[in-house]
């Protein structure tokens, strides 16, 4: 099973600083940014949380609701969220630095798609990560084909749609990861 | 006289008279006071260059005051959110942590030198018309407990707060500046981080220089001029800043050491009510526009190592009239080790089920009971109960002597329930 996996995501809980255990409780959960700028991607992002809630449930996924589009391109670019749900639209402008953002994240990346919307992160996120959620989506066909997409696939999601075994754990999660992983079989 | 003018004229005297009468009770134009006016501008503290969210002494002036003026300062909400009445929870874990504390100023304030002390006499406070109080993961008194992101949107009026997420309680308007302070001179600012980062090494809670989303940008950026040395705002320091003290009401003057020429006034973080201890970590956070007036303590500065406060009424107006309290002692369950003190690493505390002289488990200990008494006498829920208790239940020392068991009360403000109201 996948326990543990994404559950490890987790940084060690050691930190004591306040605003750093928030940011635990951002990496602890999968936390999938959406905005209110566009309306569709906070229900969109619900669903996914409670997709990811019956058949990913180390994910912990929760969801915030950004109340505009450069906010939520704020919190990407600084690491205060890892994973953000775009329009297809929103996704090139925020690769570009095209309004309505006011510049570029240049390591977006994909990692799935859901019809007008696209699942992002940048490169920091870990390719492990990016291949659990990816092989899950795929295992429950609940993602479309990552085809035509204005944003590169994640590595971690090529991998996964390679067929290739799951990438390591980050070494600062790996002694986290309370439980033996069994790499599920591919697709 | 012609006999039209003579029908008309008691109408003409009564008009004169009236007219002259209006002039006299018209009090708008009549003027004393010398003003110095810092208005809000732009949504974010970002947009408005009277806003600062760092601390550093090479953070230029928004204005100038003489001692004796009134300064009024239009000041953000703690988190410099974009909450709005209609927010969510998870709207929460989208807020930017870099941006915390938005505070009005600096503001220089002639004559006064390092050294000397600034008296800061709080005029008045005129709150917004929203306000809100969250639970924040990993935030607050109680985070090892309540793990997950709730809102309490408010309702504000000079009167009471009230939200339809809190049904049948009205917390009265009792507003103060959560984050009032001066500005740290260069020596404090080296100082202050010095003895941060040790405790930060240590494993304790100290927030190291962050320049992402600091304001201004240009002192504090992170292409800004003392960019590895700007201040963050959460810890209250001897300069102030975020106290949390909901006793300095309007009324009373908080008396600050001055650290740089002109002191370098700072306001914001306004709270419209909070408890002693605000243990969900917020009160109801508002913007507010805030009136003070300012004199000088020449040499005061010298003789204090912390702001301090006087007043006259102010704290008996704002305590109950018919209160429930709960009594904390420093006890927990065999193999707890209090989140506060996991840092130390001890090995003595986790098997005990007494510490000694312990004033924040004996804190801990009477708010879990209140919390559970709001519950089962109230009625409100588990995360209800903790808003409540972050802006109207004051944790309070009993006593500080009886050897192990030091007492912390929490008191409950009943007057906040409607029930118990006309």
Redesign the interface.
Known sequence: MLAGILGAVAVPA?A???????????QRHL?I?ASREDAES?PKAKELQAFLGEHLPEASA???????LK??A??LA?D??KVVLLSLDHAEALLRGRAPFAFAVSDLHALARFGNHVLCARTVFPDAHAWILAWTFAEHDQAEQPTGLPVPLHDGVELALAGAPMPPLPDDLEADASEEVEVPHQH | MPTIFRALLPLILTAALAAAFTARADTTDSKWATEVVIAKQGDLCADDPSCMNRLHPAIPPVAHANPGDIITMGTRDALDSDLTLDSIADDMAALDLNLVHPMTGPVHINGVKRGDALAVELLAIDPDQYGYTLIVPGFGFLRDLYTESYIVNWKLTPRGAVSDQMPGITVPYEAFPGSIGVLPGEPEVQAWKARETALAEAGGIALAPQPLGAQPAAVCGPEGSHAADCLRTIPPRENGGNMDVQQMQVGTTIIFPCYVDGCGLFIGDVHYAQGDGEVSGTAIEIGAVVTVRTSIIEGGGTSMVAPQVSGNDEIRDIEPTRFHQTVGLPLKAAGEVPIYVTYLESQKIGPLENLSEDLTLAARHALIQMLDYIQAEHGLTREQAYILASVAVDLRVGQVVDVPNYVVTAVLNLDVFDKFRN
């Open positions: 050691t004591h600083t306040p605003y750093r255990q928030w940011q635990v409780y951002r936390v940014g906070y929760r969801v915030a609701r950004a109340r505009t906010r939520l704020d919190l600084t205060q969220l």
